[in-house]
Nanobody, 115 residues
Framework: QVQVVESGGDLVQPGGSLRLSCAAS????????MGWYRRAPGKQRELVAS???????SYAESVNGRFTISRDNAKDSVYLQMNSLNTEDTAVYYC?????????WGQGTQVTVSS
């Protein structure tokens, strides 16, 4: 079972940037495709970005060009660089395998974009 711990969320002004981190344990990290997901208030959880074991990335249309997902297999970690944040990016952000496993959700990290 892969376990994850997300960090890096914060309160940021519109137009600002944040970098989220996700530390994984309990499996052979380099073999897994990973994803960042988010749940905004009153909405269902959605996929934001994914990265394959080989480093191929994919993004939701709403964040394409603003967010960048990356991974460091030596550190069993995946990252989400978020630029040009706007209020619609306010959500709890989670990482998980891609596709997600029901038993690998972490606590998430809160990102709030507000002036």
């Amino acid at each position: 079972q892969v376990q994850v711990v997300e960090s890096g969320g914060d309160l940021v002004q519109p137009g600002g940037s944040l970098r989220l981190s996700c530390a994984a344990s309990g499996g052979i990290f380099s073999r897994y495709a990973m994803g960042w997901y988010r749940r905004a208030p009153g909405k269902q959880r959605e996929l934001v970005a994914s990265i394959s074991s080989g480093g191929t990335t994919s993004y939701a249309e709403s964040v394409n060009g603003r967010f960048t997902i990356s991974r460091d297999n030596a550190k069993d970690s995946v990252y989400l660089q978020m630029n040009s944040l706007n209020t619609e990016d306010t959500a709890v952000y989670y990482c998980n395998l891609y596709p997600p496993r029901w038993d690998s959700w972490g606590q998430g990290t809160q990102v709030t974009v507000s002036s």
